[in-house]
């Protein structure tokens, strides 16, 4: 049998891409995992903790790729790079956008999220500011234009990744272009906006 700690992030897993974040009680994560609730809290100081351990744990993780490719991108163009974070991007927000939709129906359960990852130190926010570190230290190294926005094309570019997954959710998987043509158009366009 798994730890205690795998088996609540399985169960958190689970029950967040079932029944939402909002629905997901550690009440009743505890129970789908075969634990007490007092033994979640043993290994997870509340439920934002166990959500940012799903989402980096079981979801495509941007943030590593995007600190490898800030520090050396090596041989890979920029381009080759937009699209692999593109890539990523779509997948990671196409998985998260069902467990954190039901967030948005409850102000004060969302404050309370809020907070909590405040307290953490984390947010939705890590991924852009990963994408601007990104794209300045391009624009350093010489391989963008020196009036590109990095912010502006950060912005640009996961929040079509974003849209795509909203679009998925809400008109199914034939209104969107597979992962697979999204993300090196979305880069390229991206690119054109960026290329010395």
């Given at each position: 049998?798994?730890?205690?700690?795998?088996?609540?992030?399985?169960?958190?897993?689970?029950?967040?891409?079932?029944?939402?974040l909002a629905s997901a009680t550690t009440k009743a994560i505890a129970r789908e995992a075969g634990?007490?609730?007092?033994?979640?809290?043993?290994?997870?100081?509340?439920?934002?903790?166990?959500?940012?351990?799903?989402?980096?744990?079981?979801?495509?993780?941007?943030?590593?790729?995007?600190?490898?490719?800030?520090?050396?991108?090596?041989?890979?163009?920029?381009?080759?790079?937009?699209?692999?974070?593109?890539?990523?991007?779509?997948?990671?927000?196409?998985?998260?956008?069902?467990?954190?939709?039901?967030?948005?129906?409850?102000?004060?359960?969302?404050?309370?999220?809020?907070?909590?990852?405040?307290?953490?130190?984390?947010?939705?926010h890590m991924v852009l500011d990963g994408l601007v570190r990104y794209l300045e230290r391009e624009?350093?190294?010489?391989?963008?234009?020196?009036?590109?926005?990095?912010?502006?094309?950060?912005?640009?570019?996961?929040?079509?990744?974003?849209?795509?997954?909203?679009?998925?959710?809400?008109?199914?998987?034939?209104?969107?272009?597979?992962?697979?043509?999204?993300?090196?158009?979305?880069?390229?366009?991206?690119?054109?906006?960026?290329?010395?």
């Amino acid at each position: 049998m798994k730890p205690a700690r795998e088996r609540l992030i399985d169960a958190a897993d689970k029950l967040m891409r079932t029944t939402g974040l909002a629905s997901a009680t550690t009440k009743a994560i505890a129970r789908e995992a075969g634990c007490s609730e007092a033994a979640l809290y043993k290994h997870f100081t509340n439920k934002e903790e166990l959500f940012v351990r799903v989402l980096k744990d079981r979801l495509p993780n941007v943030g590593p790729l995007l600190a490898e490719l800030t520090a050396d991108p090596g041989e890979r163009t920029v381009e080759q790079c937009l699209t692999e974070i593109a890539r990523q991007a779509s997948v990671f927000y196409a998985d998260a956008f069902p467990m954190a939709s039901s967030l948005f129906a409850e102000p004060a359960l969302l404050e309370r999220h809020r907070q909590g990852l405040r307290d953490l130190g984390t947010g939705p926010h890590m991924v852009l500011d990963g994408l601007v570190r990104y794209l300045e230290r391009e624009r350093d190294r010489g391989r963008l234009r020196p009036a590109a926005d990095p912010a502006a094309a950060g912005a640009l570019l996961l929040g079509a990744c974003f849209q795509r997954a909203f679009f998925l959710h809400f008109s199914g998987t034939d209104a969107v272009r597979p992962v697979a043509d999204f993300a090196p158009a979305v880069a390229r366009t991206t690119w054109e906006a960026l290329k010395p």
